[in-house]
């Protein structure tokens, strides 16, 4: 069945779904960076103890070198809208190598048009302490990226940008922080309601049960349908 305007104005999904994912095969996936004696990059590293996909980017502390001594530099996200939905997770894929007890790196939110940034914190706690009280340092426990998931159920319904923090003081460095993908979602068997906002018309294949949308990956329970959106009317499927 096709869905038009009229039909809809939302859709709700019931899985343990990806509102927003980055894995950076595009590109830098439009983050950008800045701080001191930055040198955050996008790139393929050649100096990680494993194997990595070259067909994509990665964000990392100086890509295929060493970090900064005396950094503190930043790595930002566009603006990610977040559902109004019961709980809704970040979970990143990452890999650090960082000085132990001395450099650190940790995860920053803040809402829209706003000054203020929150720390947030993994839902397990940050593993060691570092340049800041508790943070990323040492190494991930495998040498392999790893995924850390967040709690921001208190930024939802608004839109956000995340920062990766990374600092370091005046001696001794390392490979660093590197970013994998960046994704949001929602926990298993959850209903949301998200509403899709557009002023161009769009039609769209469904294929499986993955829906491809504004460079997210949701999944969900239909396997065909065409939409037809505009500002004035919003469309959407239940």
């Not at 038009?4 to 899985?15: K, L, M, Q, V, W």
């Amino acid at each position: 069945k096709n869905f038009y305007e009229s039909d809809f104005y939302g859709y709700n999904i019931y899985r343990s779904t990806a509102i927003y994912i980055e894995s950076f095969f595009g590109g830098s996936g439009d983050y950008y960076s800045a701080g001191n004696n930055n040198n955050w990059e996008p790139g393929v590293p050649e100096i990680l103890p494993f194997n990595i996909s070259k067909s994509k980017y990665y964000w990392g502390t100086n890509i295929n070198g060493n970090y900064n001594n005396n950094m503190l530099a930043y790595l930002f996200t566009k603006i990610i809208p977040v559902p109004d939905v019961d709980t809704v997770y970040l979970i990143i894929s990452h890999y650090y190598d960082i000085e132990e007890g001395f450099d650190g790196a940790i995860v920053e939110c803040k809402e829209k048009n706003q000054n203020n940034w929150t720390l947030i914190s993994p839902i397990d706690g940050y593993p060691s302490t570092g340049y800041f009280p508790k943070s990323f340092s040492g190494k991930t426990r495998s040498n392999n990226f790893i995924e850390t998931k967040f709690d921001i159920t208190n930024f939802r319904n608004l839109d956000i940008t995340l920062r990766f923090v990374f600092a370091s003081d005046n001696s001794v460095s390392s490979k660093g922080w590197y970013i994998d993908s960046v994704k949001i979602s929602t926990p298993d068997n959850k209903k949301i309601f998200y509403k899709l906002n557009t002023d161009t018309v769009y039609k769209k294949e469904y294929y499986s049960d993955t829906l491809v949308y504004n460079n997210s990956t949701i999944n969900y329970y239909i396997t065909s349908l065409d939409i037809f959106l505009n500002e004035s009317l919003p469309c959407s499927f239940a």
